[in-house]
Nanobody, 126 residues
Framework: QVQLVESGGGSVQSGGSLRLSCAPSGSTFSDYCMAWFRQAPGKERELVASIDSIGNKRYADSVKGRFTISQDNDKNTLYLQMNSLKAEDTAMYYC????????????????????WGQGTQVTVSS
């Protein structure tokens, strides 16, 4: 069974940077569209960034220009580089995967992501 294993969370001051990593054990990225979601206490889960199996990327407006999603196919690892972090970026961040059949779609609904990691906490202090 495919498992998504995240790492890289932590605490950082406002304006700092962090890089999150996600590795799908037992499979490769070519089988999936990948995404990062986040959920802050008392708030709904939101899509942060996504990348499909042919490299199309999308970002939430709140992170455009600050966050970059990428994947290293040789290392079979998904990354989220987070720069210029703000206190409002504080949340639990989750790696998620949807079937590669969604690749190229103009919109991938959140409920298409049916594989989830355990989450990694990001805390940004002001």
């Amino acid at each position: 069974q495919v498992q998504l294993v995240e790492s890289g969370g932590g605490s950082v001051q406002s304006g700092g940077s962090l890089r999150l990593s996600c590795a799908p054990s037992g499979s490769t990225f070519s089988d999936y569209c990948m995404a990062w979601f986040r959920q802050a206490p008392g708030k709904e889960r939101e899509l942060v960034a996504s990348i499909d199996s042919i490299g199309n990327k999308r970002y939430a407006d709140s992170v455009k220009g600050r966050f970059t999603i990428s994947q290293d196919n040789d290392k079979n690892t998904l990354y989220l580089q987070m720069n210029s972090l703000k206190a409002e970026d504080t949340a639990m961040y989750y790696c998620a995967a949807a079937s590669a059949l969604w690749s190229g779609a103009s919109y991938i609904p959140d409920n298409a992501y049916n594989l989830w990691g355990q989450g990694t906490q990001v805390t940004v202090s002001s």
